[in-house]
Nanobody
Framework: QVQLVESGGGLVQPGGSLRLSCAASGSIFSINVRAWYRQAPGKQRELVADITSGGRTDYADSVKGRFTISRDSANNTLTLQMNSLKPEDTAVYYC?????????WGQGTQVTVSS
């Protein structure tokens, strides 16, 4: 099993930056995909960015060029650097990990972009 704990959310003005972190524990060496999802009020959860164990990354079109996903070499911590934030980025952000065919979710962290 894998346990995920997010941190780093908060309130930021448009154009500002935030850095989200997701600490993994448990069977971390079996993780093959890690990702960030988000869910805005009244909307479905959507993929923001993902990274494979080989380091390949992929981003939603809405965040390309503004967000960067990364992980440490031990695969313990997943990070999402968010720059040039917009009000439409407001959502609860969830950390996700896939291990041995199972998906695991963190509890979510709120990101609010507002002046």
């Amino acid at each position: 099993q894998v346990q995920l704990v997010e941190s780093g959310g908060g309130l930021v003005q448009p154009g500002g930056s935030l850095r989200l972190s997701c600490a993994a524990s448990g069977s971390i060496f079996s993780i093959n995909v890690r990702a960030w999802y988000r869910q805005a009020p009244g909307k479905q959860r959507e993929l923001v960015a993902d990274i494979t164990s080989g380091g390949r990354t992929d981003y939603a079109d809405s965040v390309k060029g503004r967000f960067t996903i990364s992980r440490d070499s031990a695969n313990n911590t997943l990070t999402l650097q968010m720059n040039s934030l917009k009000p439409e980025d407001t959502a609860v952000y969830y950390c996700y990990a896939q291990s041995r065919g199972y998906g695991y979710w963190g509890q979510g962290t709120q990101v609010t972009v507002s002046s």
